[in-house]
């Protein structure tokens, strides 16, 4: 069945579903990052206090991208507001990426002090 859902949006018969799409690449790149983070001896609290970062992202761009509901609706020009809410989230985004480094080196100096 799979298959034919797959061969459908790519013969443009059957619209792809990119929440779908976009969630279940996020799942994938939560589980590579744990898997990696496994890899180099990090405990599941230690992978979760990493990943919380990302789910706090997540909600974060959520909020942003509830603001713009609404936008097109009597505003000449939606625009403006959809850069300043795309400008918001790609910071949210770098900031995260930054966090998780930082969050990655405490964990790894704490492991180093304890040992």
């Known amino acids: 069945m ?65 603001l713009l509901i609404g936008t097109n609706i009597n505003n000449p020009d939606p625009t403006i507001i959809m850069k300043e809410v795309l400008d918001e989230i790609r910071r949210l985004e770098v900031k995260a990426g930054e966090d998780i480094k930082a969050k990655i080196a405490e964990i790894r100096e704490r492991k180093k002090s304890n040992s």
């Open 2 to 66: 799979d298959f034919f859902k797959k061969l459908g949006e790519k013969l443009g018969l059957i619209e792809e579903d990119k929440t779908a799409k976009i969630n279940a690449e996020r799942s994938m790149l939560k589980l590579n990052l744990a898997s990696k983070l496994k890899n180099i001896n990090f405990t599941e609290q230690e992978i979760n206090e990493v990943l919380d970062i990302l789910t706090k992202m997540e909600a974060e761009v959520q909020i942003q991208k509830d």
